[in-house]
């Protein structure tokens, strides 16, 4: 067996990735994950005739099995969330969660299987729905588990690439900013195809306000706004992580996901 090369650290990991670190046998204990907010679910992109029914994109939105499809992957760090803003936010407004999400899983899978059928019967058969996804054999293990969930509401989809027409895209972003206000901003409608306006004018009068209570409230009635149109679909927080030598200094995981390359190999002390 010819020797394997030595490496330090390897940064940059994303969900995709992810199985490679299984390949390569790297060990549990060098692998290193940060706990970084974000948005990581699917974005309408063509409302055509099925997704631009509502009720249809919250179908696909209660079939999804996100424990199920997560645990796939076997990654305790990666938790699945409902909600545009994660619930952990300290400066975000207490609203509910979608009514979607409040039934068990078994009562969603019914509710959406029954609100599909009842579509094809009025407007006929449903071609297969594209979804953009990256490259990667993590990608292949998220379709796979997406197109099971799907199929069992009466709903097939297909993979692409981003650069081929798509229905829905995977968005994969970490947060940039500690705010509700940069959630909402990533799914405005200057990016999103199913949003609202009304949502974009209070962010725009929240952001006015001098008084933080008040802007508080004002996010928060965005979001749930912004939330009533499903026009992203959540699955979870982003996944991010890195390949760290055991003894490396200066390398520590961080609710960002940045890692300052020049303080490796210094003692912080």
Not at 21 to 28: D, S, V
Not at 113 to 130: E, Q, T, V, Y
Not at 214 to 224: F, I, M, S, W, Y
Request: glycine share 6%; charged share 20%.
């Amino acid at each position: 067996m010819a020797p394997q090369p030595l490496r330090d650290l390897i940064e940059g990991g994303r969900f995709e990735t992810f199985p490679l670190l299984e390949a390569a046998r790297i060990n549990a204990n060098e692998i290193q994950f940060d706990a970084v907010p974000g948005l990581f679910g699917l974005m309408v992109v063509q409302a055509g005739p099925f997704l631009a029914d509502k009720d249809n994109r919250t179908a696909i939105a209660m079939a999804i099995d996100r424990p199920k499809l997560l645990t796939a992957f076997d990654i305790f760090a990666w938790r699945e969330t409902v909600t545009l803003v994660p619930e952990s936010l300290p400066n975000r407004a207490d609203i509910a969660r979608p009514d979607w999400a409040v039934p068990s899983m078994d009562q969603r899978r019914s509710m959406a299987a029954a609100s599909i059928a009842n579509w094809k019967r009025a407007n006929g058969a449903i071609r297969p729905l594209r979804v953009a996804l990256p490259r990667g054999y993590g990608s292949r293990i998220f379709f796979a588990r997406l197109r099971a969930d799907l199929a069992a509401v009466g709903v097939d989809i297909e993979r692409v690439t981003a650069d081929r027409p798509h229905d829905l895209r995977l968005i994969d972003l970490t947060a940039q900013q500690s705010s509700p206000a940069w959630y909402l901003d990533q799914l405005s409608c200057k990016f999103a195809a199913i949003c609202s306006a009304r949502a974009d004018a209070i962010v725009a009068e929240a952001r006015m306000t001098k008084d933080m209570t008040v802007r508080v409230q004002l996010l928060g009635q965005a979001e749930a706004e912004m939330q009533s149109t499903v026009g992203f679909i959540p699955i979870a927080n982003p996944l991010r992580w890195s390949v760290v030598r055991p003894g490396l200094l200066g390398h520590f995981a961080n609710g960002r996901g940045w890692h300052l390359l020049q303080y490796l190999g210094r003692d912080p002390t």
